[in-house]
């Protein structure tokens, strides 16, 4: 699906006169992402389970949107320059997902060069995430999906 959504955006953007489709573009964008990072958790966590299993679906399921913001701003993340650029790019397309759904129609918002930017940015947020060693995927699936305990 994953793939599929960023086929989506770009047909999208390809009707880039009607700003409806420019913004259903920026925000199939993010959820292309928010699935993969949903799919490698899931992955990383429960390597020999069938995806439509119910332990595959609730570990997909667990991602939760808010809490994206602040997981790469933390330990151990924050000082992986990998994940500081990964997660850079993830909040910036939350951001634009969240400008795309919900501000009032204004017809020169994401023009459609910015539109394809963002496309162009999700991609690399994808290959990124699917070049990072098992270990690495561990660490980020665990870091998205616990939340850290204050002592």
């Known amino acids: 699906m994953i793939d599929e959504l960023l086929l989506t955006a770009e047909a999208l953007l390809r009707d880039s006169q009607n700003p409806a489709s420019r913004r259903r573009a920026v925000s199939a964008t993010y959820y ?4 993969a990072l949903a799919e490698l958790a ?62 009032p129609n204004e017809p020169s918002l994401f023009p459609s060069t910015q539109a394809a930017d963002l496309i162009a940015q999700a991609r690399n947020v994808i290959a990124a995430l699917r070049s990072l060693g098992d270990e690495e995927k561990r660490k980020l699936a665990v870091c ?3 939340r850290v305990r204050q002592e």
Request: charged letters at 25%.
């Open 42 to 103: 899931s992955k990383s966590l429960l390597p020999d389970v069938s995806s439509d299993s119910w332990e595959y679906v609730r570990t997909y399921r667990s991602l939760d949107h808010g809490p994206l913001k602040s997981v790469f701003l933390q330990l151990p993340l924050k000082d992986d320059a990998r994940f500081r650029i990964i997660g850079q790019s993830v909040v910036q397309l939350q951001v634009e997902r969240n400008r795309a759904d919900y501000l």
């Open 144 to 146: 998205l999906l616990f």
């Open 32 to 35: 292309a992402v928010f699935h």
